[in-house]
């Protein structure tokens, strides 16, 4: 019976704490929302005891909508990494210490930097 509990508890993944919900809102600098903007969202921060101590590597990836907005499902409290990627515009990345149940992240995007050429 022990044994049976044991392996139970060590099939479980262990989190840095509960679960959040995120929201984000995707805006440019004019203010106006920036729809098909691709959302990744990568937690880094947590160690499984399943698989032996290592790192949990979970992401999602969703888009936005005509709104700006994108929800991503439930995921675990900690440090998280988030980068924004739409066309004409610069990719936005920023790591984040979430630990709040619901969090709405607002990111504001900036338009793409003229390139330069040293010839």
Do not use: C
């Amino acid at each position: 019976m022990r044994k049976l509990l044991l392996m139970g508890l060590l099939a479980l993944p262990v989190f840095a704490g509960d679960l959040t919900k995120l929201k984000f809102v995707v805006t440019n600098m004019a203010g106006k929302p920036v729809d098909r903007a691709d959302v990744i969202v990568k937690f880094v921060e947590g160690r499984s005891l399943a698989k032996l101590g290592k790192k949990i590597r979970t992401s999602w990836e969703v888009h936005t909508t005509q709104e700006g907005t994108a929800d991503v499902p439930e995921i675990p409290k900690g440090k998280i990494l988030i980068q924004v990627i739409a066309k004409n515009y610069q990719t936005f990345g920023q790591t984040y210490d979430v630990m709040d149940d619901e969090k709405t992240i607002e990111v504001l995007l900036s338009p793409p930097q003229q390139q330069y050429t040293a010839h």
